[in-house]
Protein backbone atom coordinates (compact mmCIF):
# COMPACT_ATOMS: atom_id res chain seq x y z
CA UNK A 1 0.00 0.00 0.00
CA UNK A 2 3.04 2.36 0.75
CA UNK A 3 4.41 1.71 -2.32
CA UNK A 4 1.50 2.50 -4.69
CA UNK A 5 0.40 5.72 -2.31
CA UNK A 6 3.87 6.75 -2.98
CA UNK A 7 3.75 6.27 -6.70
CA UNK A 8 -0.09 7.58 -7.22
CA UNK A 9 0.33 10.88 -4.76
CA UNK A 10 3.89 11.44 -6.30
CA UNK A 11 4.47 15.94 -6.42
CA UNK A 12 3.60 17.33 -9.76
CA UNK A 13 1.12 17.45 -12.26
CA UNK A 14 3.76 15.71 -14.84
CA UNK A 15 2.76 12.41 -16.04
CA UNK A 16 4.54 9.07 -14.34
CA UNK A 17 5.85 5.89 -15.85
CA UNK A 18 5.72 2.62 -13.91
CA UNK A 19 9.17 1.21 -14.51
CA UNK A 20 10.06 -2.65 -14.36
CA UNK A 21 11.73 -4.03 -11.27
CA UNK A 22 15.50 -4.01 -12.19
CA UNK A 23 15.63 -7.19 -9.98
CA UNK A 24 13.40 -10.12 -9.66
CA UNK A 25 13.90 -10.94 -5.86
CA UNK A 26 10.57 -10.59 -4.12
CA UNK A 27 11.68 -6.90 -2.40
CA UNK A 28 12.86 -5.54 -5.22
CA UNK A 29 9.77 -6.84 -7.03
CA UNK A 30 8.26 -3.68 -5.65
CA UNK A 31 10.23 -1.31 -7.39
CA UNK A 32 8.09 -2.21 -10.16
CA UNK A 33 4.41 0.23 -9.18
CA UNK A 34 2.10 -2.24 -10.99
CA UNK A 35 3.68 -5.04 -8.97
CA UNK A 36 2.55 -3.64 -5.68
CA UNK A 37 -0.68 -2.90 -7.12
CA UNK A 38 -1.09 -6.67 -8.29
CA UNK A 39 -0.32 -7.46 -4.85
CA UNK A 40 -2.86 -5.45 -3.37
CA UNK A 41 -5.53 -6.97 -5.64
CA UNK A 42 -4.70 -10.54 -4.15
CA UNK A 43 -5.42 -9.34 -0.90
CA UNK A 44 -8.42 -7.56 -1.31
CA UNK A 45 -9.52 -10.95 -2.97
CA UNK A 46 -8.52 -12.79 0.63
CA UNK A 47 -9.71 -10.68 2.94
CA UNK A 48 -12.88 -10.96 5.28
CA UNK A 49 -16.04 -8.79 3.71
CA UNK A 50 -15.58 -5.46 6.39
CA UNK A 51 -11.67 -4.99 5.47
CA UNK A 52 -12.14 -5.68 2.34
CA UNK A 53 -14.59 -2.95 1.69
CA UNK A 54 -12.33 -0.66 3.87
CA UNK A 55 -8.89 -1.24 1.61
CA UNK A 56 -11.16 -1.25 -1.62
CA UNK A 57 -12.19 2.43 -0.49
CA UNK A 58 -8.20 3.49 -0.44
CA UNK A 59 -7.13 1.63 -2.95
CA UNK A 60 -9.87 3.42 -4.71
CA UNK A 61 -8.91 6.63 -4.51
CA UNK A 62 -5.07 5.87 -5.41
CA UNK A 63 -6.52 4.15 -8.29
CA UNK A 64 -7.96 7.71 -9.90
CA UNK A 65 -4.87 9.36 -8.77
CA UNK A 66 -3.05 6.50 -10.60
CA UNK A 67 -4.99 7.13 -13.51
CA UNK A 68 -4.98 10.57 -13.72
CA UNK A 69 -1.03 10.95 -13.63
CA UNK A 70 -0.23 7.75 -16.09
CA UNK A 71 -0.85 7.55 -19.81
CA UNK A 72 -2.79 4.89 -21.23
CA UNK A 73 -0.84 2.61 -23.67
CA UNK A 74 -2.33 2.70 -26.82
CA UNK A 75 -0.61 -0.61 -28.13
CA UNK A 76 -1.71 -2.55 -24.79
CA UNK A 77 -3.71 -5.24 -26.75
CA UNK A 78 -0.86 -6.39 -29.07
CA UNK A 79 1.44 -7.14 -26.33
CA UNK A 80 2.62 -10.88 -25.50
CA UNK A 81 1.51 -10.05 -22.04
CA UNK A 82 -1.55 -9.25 -22.54
CA UNK A 83 -3.07 -8.17 -19.34
CA UNK A 84 -6.72 -7.70 -18.21
CA UNK A 85 -5.85 -5.78 -15.18
CA UNK A 86 -6.10 -1.94 -16.41
CA UNK A 87 -3.02 -0.48 -14.48
CA UNK A 88 -1.13 -2.72 -16.58
CA UNK A 89 -2.57 -1.02 -19.57
CA UNK A 90 -0.77 2.34 -18.80
CA UNK A 91 2.56 3.59 -20.59
CA UNK A 92 5.50 2.54 -18.78
CA UNK A 93 9.16 2.50 -18.64
CA UNK A 94 10.08 6.17 -18.43
CA UNK A 95 11.18 7.69 -15.04
CA UNK A 96 9.48 7.27 -12.30
CA UNK A 97 8.87 10.06 -9.96
CA UNK A 98 8.89 14.21 -10.38
Avoid: I, K, N
Avoid at 83 to 97: D, F, I, K, P, V
Amino acid sequence: MRRYRAFALAPGRRPLYPQDAECSCRGCSFDDVRHARDVLEEVLRHLPVRAREELRRRVACLDTAYLRRTLPDPFADQRRWGSGRWWRRRLAGGREGP
